[in-house]
């Protein structure tokens, strides 16, 4: 139980353009799921905290316009990367909240050219 | 001072060996516990919830200790598969999780 899928699990685009990236609990449902970027050997930075039928709650320093998180089910969040430039790239990861414990996502990787 | 410190190592050890990583918090009001495991260029995945009581999984044993705020991980017996960061998270009443920077473990043979 508890499983996460993540889509893409990784995706190339020109620069400008926009990505969307997809999270899901597959088995349960998840009132609270959190978005991370995890740059290369650098720790989880959280993003941002995206809450059912509300809006997120970003992070110090997290452009909330360039980010844009939409979480329309119980199920169901995405992250769109706005206008993606070359520094967006990064490993972008969800975790969906069970209870007290975060289930993982297997990741999108996101290379901007 | 960071709400979750670990010692980044890596902790390079043979086969076999028995080694240990402390983690510690800052917030006393912290309720939860966990230890992840991260793969490189992986997600995190779960490997133990940390209890008042101590939780320990086969060769995995963790600890809480509130008084000083840390708690701890012991790996017995290490195998070469235990290679990888190894990932403190604490969480409060909210439980927006906050995480440590992870602690590398390297097992040789």
């Known amino acids: 139980g508890a499983v996460v899928s993540q889509h893409p699990s990784w995706v190339i685009c020109k620069s400008g353009t926009s990505v969307k990236i997809e999270c899901r609990s597959l088995?349960?449902?998840?009132?609270?799921m959190f978005w991370y970027r995890q740059f290369p050997k650098q720790s989880l930075m959280l993003m941002a905290t995206s809450n059912e039928g509300s809006k997120a709650t970003y992070e110090q320093g997290v452009e909330k316009d360039k980010f844009l998180i939409n979480h329309a089910s119980l199920t169901l969040s995405t992250l769109t990367v706005t206008s993606a430039h070359p520094e967006d790239s990064s490993f972008y990861i969800c975790?969906?909240?069970?209870?007290?414990?975060?289930?993982f996502g297997p990741g999108t990787r996101l290379t901007v050219l | 001072r960071k709400e979750v410190e670990q010692d980044p190592g890596p902790f390079n050890v043979p086969e076999g060996a028995t080694v240990a990583f402390n983690c510690t918090y800052s917030?006393?009001?912290?309720?939860?516990f966990f230890w992840y495991r991260q793969d490189c260029r992986k997600e995190p995945k779960l490997l133990m919830s940390?209890?008042?009581s101590g939780n320990e999984d086969g060769r995995f044993t963790a600890q809480l200790n509130r008084a000083s705020q840390y708690i701890s991980l012991l790996i017995r017996d290490s195998k070469l598969s235990d290679s990888a960061t190894y990932l403190c998270?604490?969480?409060?009443?909210?439980?927006?999780?906050?995480f440590g920077r992870g602690t590398s473990l390297i097992v040789h043979p």
């Open positions: 998270v604490v969480s409060g009443g909210s439980y927006i999780p906050t």
């Open positions: 975790s969906a909240q069970l209870r007290d414990t975060q289930y």
């Open positions: 917030n006393s009001a912290s309720q939860s």
């Open positions: 088995d349960f449902q998840a009132t609270t």
């Open positions: 940390v209890y008042s």
